[in-house]
Every structure is written in C-alpha cells, then in structure tokens.
C-alpha cells in the first residue's frame, strides 16, 4: 500500500491539513463522505463503529480492510474509504462533529495528543510493546503514554535501473555530489536522470538526515540549521535547474509508474511500490538511501508509514480500543497479510516481521537492510506547521533562487513559535 492514495494528495498535505486542529472551526465545514452511513464493510451487529482510512493506491487493500472488519463479532465496524483528494479534510471535519469516526489511521502528531483528540492506548501495547519496533514505540510516546498503534513501516529510498547505469558507465550515488554528476550522465532524449517527486517535498527530511542533522533535538530545539543542509540546498538547486530532473510528471513520487514507464533512470519511492516495480522490470531494479551531504553526512532512509488511533472523543472509545486491540494486537496473520500482500512494508512487530518470508530474500530483504542500518522515524514534536515551514525553504531556495540561508532564518522564527506553543 503507498503512503499515499492514487489521487493527487501527499503525505505533506496530510501534515499540512493537521493544523486544521489549531483552528478547529475552518474545518467544520469541509470534506464530504464523513457520517456513519455510506460506510461498508461491517459485521451487522453489536456496537456501531466507524473507521476512517484514505484510499491506497494498491488492489486489494480496501477488500482486506474490510474483510478483517467483518470478521470481528463484537461491534458493526464501518469503513469509510475516502478517495480523491479530501481524506484530510474529511477525516478533521468529521472529527469536530456527531458523526466523527471512532476509529482513524493517521501519523503520530503531538497536537493530536495534547488537544485530547486521540486516547492513550498504553494499556493495549504494553503487553506486546517488546514486540513492538523500539524507534515506533517512541515516535507514538509522549510523557510515558503510548497513543497509536502503527500497523505498517514504511521506508522511502531511491530506485534504479541497473542497466541504464551500467551502459551510462555510472555507479550507484553514495554521496549527493555523485547523484548530480550521475543525473547528468544519465539524461538521453526523452529519459531524465532523476525523479526526486514533483515539488521535492518528499525529499525534505532526508535532505537534513544525509546531512548529518536532525528536525530537533531533544532538548526539542531546531537542529536543521546547519552548514551541512545549507549545501544540500545549494546542491539540490543545481540539480533542479540541471534539466536532468523529471519535473511535472504524471504521477507522483508515491507510484512507480514515472521509473517503469522509462521517464527516468533513478526515481525517489516507497517500499510498497517494489513488487509492481519488480513486475514490470525485473532483475534490472536496484535501490539505495538517499547519499551523504558534506563531510558530516551519512546515507538516510525515510521511514514512513500508518498507524491507527482511536477518537478519545468518540461515543464509543472502550469498544474501538477493544475493536483496535484485537485488529492490531491479536490478529497477526491480518497484520502480515496488511504488510506483504498489497505492497511490501515492514512489519512494525519483530514476531511477525521474521515470519514474512516475502521480505526475506533478494530486494525485499536489502530493503530491509537499508531500513535497518539508515532508516529515520518521524518526531512526534516536529509537527505539521514545522513540516509546513521547511516545504517553504525547499520551494524558495530549490525551487526558486532564494538564499538558503535567509530561507533557514525564516523557517526558524516559525519552528521557533510553534516550539513555544507546544512546550513553553
């Protein structure tokens, strides 16, 4: 399953749409498709449940989702499945209504836990919480409570096509110097060296990682303000103003479709994108993280993904936690099936990431390897207005000709503001 739909909404925009809770009242009347009725997928009986989940991009996901809900006996679960681009809107009006889902998939914001909006589900995880990926673990964990259960990891690194390199005479980037001069080499006719998504907003936080710094520290002080990511930024502008980037593509960086189809030679992803990836290409498919930057840099792996929360605000908190207990707790074999057969991800569970023999063997398993020794989690801190912030620098100083430096400035009185909200 992609992080993102098979409609034009991204990740970032689901960030951006969060801070909708801080003006709670602008979202009221936004989004459609966010009562209890026109849901699917529940089991007739028992207590009325809604969940809301966005539309994945992969076959097969909404019949899986649905299927496991209908299997549960002792509530009707409803599944909202919102297509198009208004899943975030949907999902944050209904949440200020009568009608709000009791149960959600999203990403760990602390504006989320700290306005009440999301229960504490510590009681449901800490009897399997050493199960559980110690970095998911933290990243759903605000002052010894866990809120949120992640149901899939999913890393993000660059895809290539082995042979386009090879008659280039180029070997694969460790350094972001190295992309630059491999996109060069690698743009003929109608082929473009690199796709890096189409505004470079998927690319944000590596950009800081490779670098050799962080979002903040945690102290929760601004820590991407470094020279380190200054150079990225000047090098990236290079690159975006090369003609070897693929710009304006058809789809996003979420689909493979701009690697398969031949419109580039290296292509920025998620995991859940390898299986069609390797349908279409076969062996002539390898990955690797996104290069060190400077003399401080080291090679990262975003790592993405969902998890499922449960509406402290719902009429029925205690029967979604029971229902989102026994969905993402006790169900392993619905848990595996969610991870490998709709896309690769990565269990977030070890028991049943050892289990999946699918991301075992051959790419899967250097997925998994990249995730292992580069992968990156989400902050919980680093909100949706910080994201919001740093998109800015990308779009000014990538994107546009601005200075980097005035560009971080700016960033920072913003992060700086929303700092203080959040911690004082």
């Given at each position: 399953?992609?992080?993102?739909?098979?409609?034009?909404?991204?990740?970032?925009?689901?960030?951006?749409?969060?801070?909708?809770?801080?003006?709670?009242?602008?979202?009221?009347?936004?989004?459609?498709?966010?009562?209890?009725?026109?849901?699917?997928?529940?089991s007739?009986?028992?207590?009325?449940l809604?969940?809301?989940?966005?539309?994945?991009?992969?076959?097969?996901?909404?019949?899986?989702?649905?299927?496991?809900?209908?299997?549960?006996?002792?509530?009707?679960?409803?599944?909202?499945?919102?297509?198009?681009?208004?899943?975030?809107?949907?999902?944050?009006?209904?949440?200020?209504?009568?009608?709000?889902?009791?149960?959600?998939?999203?990403?760990?914001?602390?504006?989320?836990?700290?306005?009440?909006?999301?229960?504490?589900?510590?009681?449901?995880?800490?009897?399997?919480k050493?199960?559980?990926?110690?970095?998911?673990?933290?990243?759903?964990?605000?002052?010894?409570?866990?809120?949120?259960?992640?149901?899939?990891?999913?890393?993000?690194?660059?895809?290539?096509?082995?042979?386009?390199?090879?008659?280039?005479?180029?070997?694969?980037?460790?350094?972001?110097?190295?992309?630059?001069?491999?996109?060069?080499?690698?743009?003929?006719?109608?082929?473009?060296?690199?796709?890096?998504?189409?505004?470079?907003?998927?690319?944000?936080?590596p950009?800081?990682?490779?670098?050799g710094?962080?979002?903040?520290?945690?102290?929760?002080?601004?820590?991407?303000?470094?020279?380190?990511?200054?150079?990225?930024?000047?090098?990236?502008?290079?690159?975006f103003?090369?003609?070897?980037?693929?710009?304006?593509?058809?789809?996003?960086?979420?689909?493979?479709?701009?690697?398969?189809?031949?419109?580039?030679?290296?292509?920025?992803?998620?995991?859940?994108?390898?299986?069609?990836?390797?349908?279409a290409?076969?062996?002539?498919?390898?990955?690797?993280?996104?290069?060190?930057?400077?003399?401080?840099?080291?090679?990262?792996?975003?790592?993405?993904?969902?998890?499922?929360?449960?509406?402290?605000?719902?009429?029925?908190?205690?029967?979604?936690k029971?229902?989102?207990?026994?969905?993402w707790?006790?169900?392993?074999?619905?848990?595996?099936?969610?991870?490998?057969?709709?896309?690769?991800?990565?269990?977030?569970r070890?028991?049943?990431?050892?289990?999946?023999?699918?991301?075992?063997?051959?790419?899967?398993?250097?997925?998994?390897?990249?995730?292992?020794?580069?992968?990156?989690?989400?902050?919980?801190?680093?909100?949706?207005?910080?994201?919001?912030?740093?998109?800015?620098?990308?779009?000014?100083?990538?994107?546009?000709?601005?200075?980097?430096e005035?560009?971080?400035?700016?960033?920072?009185?913003?992060?700086?503001?929303?700092?203080?909200?959040?911690?004082?």
């Amino acid at each position: 399953m992609s992080a993102m739909s098979n409609s034009n909404f991204s990740r970032r925009s689901i960030f951006r749409a969060a801070a909708g809770m801080a003006a709670a009242g602008t979202l009221a009347a936004c989004g459609s498709n966010n009562g209890r009725g026109g849901g699917s997928g529940g089991s007739g009986s028992g207590t009325p449940l809604t969940q809301y989940f966005h539309a994945y991009g992969e076959a097969g996901t909404e019949q899986a989702l649905k299927r496991y809900a209908a299997a549960y006996k002792k509530a009707d679960v409803n599944t909202n499945w919102i297509t198009g681009n208004n899943f975030e809107s949907a999902l944050f009006a209904a949440l200020l209504t009568s009608k709000a889902p009791d149960v959600f998939e999203f990403h760990p914001q602390l504006q989320l836990v700290k306005s009440g909006q999301v229960a504490d589900l510590t009681d449901l995880i800490d009897p399997v919480k050493s199960d559980f990926n110690p970095n998911d673990i933290k990243s759903h964990t605000v002052d010894g409570k866990i809120y949120g259960i992640r149901m899939i990891d999913d890393p993000q690194f660059f895809y290539y096509r082995k042979s386009m390199l090879e008659k280039a005479k180029v070997d694969v980037p460790t350094t972001l110097d190295e992309l630059v001069e491999a996109a060069a080499k690698l743009t003929t006719g109608k082929v473009k060296g690199v796709f890096l998504g189409n505004d470079f907003s998927a690319i944000q936080n590596p950009i800081i990682w490779s670098a050799g710094a962080d979002t903040i520290n945690e102290k929760n002080e601004i820590a991407y303000h470094t020279d380190g990511v200054i150079e990225g930024l000047k090098k990236l502008r290079t690159l975006f103003t090369s003609g070897n980037v693929l710009l304006d593509a058809p789809t996003d960086f979420w689909d493979p479709s701009a690697l398969n189809q031949g419109l580039c030679a290296i292509q920025w992803g998620g995991m859940w994108s390898m299986p069609a990836m390797q349908q279409a290409l076969g062996d002539d498919l390898g990955i690797f993280p996104f290069p060190k930057i400077g003399s401080a840099g080291k090679p990262s792996v975003y790592n993405g993904g969902w998890s499922i929360f449960v509406n402290a605000k719902g009429k029925h908190v205690e029967e979604a936690k029971e229902y989102v207990k026994w969905l993402w707790i006790d169900q392993t074999q619905y848990q595996e099936d969610w991870a490998t057969s709709y896309g690769f991800h990565i269990p977030p569970r070890t028991s049943i990431a050892n289990k999946a023999t699918k991301l075992k063997s051959g790419l899967p398993a250097e997925g998994v390897k990249l995730f292992t020794d580069y992968g990156h989690f989400d902050n919980i801190a680093y909100d949706q207005t910080m994201q919001n912030a740093f998109a800015e620098v990308i779009a000014s100083s990538v994107r546009k000709n601005g200075d980097p430096e005035k560009a971080l400035d700016t960033c920072d009185k913003k992060v700086n503001v929303e700092l203080k909200k959040l911690f004082g």
